[in-house]
C-alpha cells in the first residue's frame, strides 16, 4: 500500500460539517489526494482543504 500523508485536523473537521452527500465527495477527495500526494502538507487555507508541493498549493476542493 502506498504511502499516505496525515490528514490535518483541521481537514478531518471540515468534512463532517458538510451535508451527506457532499460530505462523501469531500472524503473521496481527500483520501484520494492522500495516497497520490503522500509528501504533501494538507491544511485549511482560505476556508477549504489545500494541498501544498515545497509550499506551493496544488490540490483543493471547496463547496460553491
Not at 495516497?35 to 506551493?56: C, M, Q, T, Y
Amino acid at each position: 500500500m502506498a504511502n499516505t500523508a496525515a490528514i490535518d485536523k483541521g481537514i478531518e473537521s471540515y468534512n463532517p460539517g458538510l451535508l451527506e452527500t457532499e460530505r462523501a465527495v469531500a472524503e473521496l477527495l481527500t483520501s484520494k489526494n492522500n495516497r497520490n500526494l503522500p509528501d504533501s502538507e494538507n491544511k485549511i487555507w482560505h476556508a477549504h482543504p489545500v494541498w501544498f508541493i515545497d509550499g506551493n498549493p496544488n490540490v483543493e476542493f471547496s463547496k460553491l
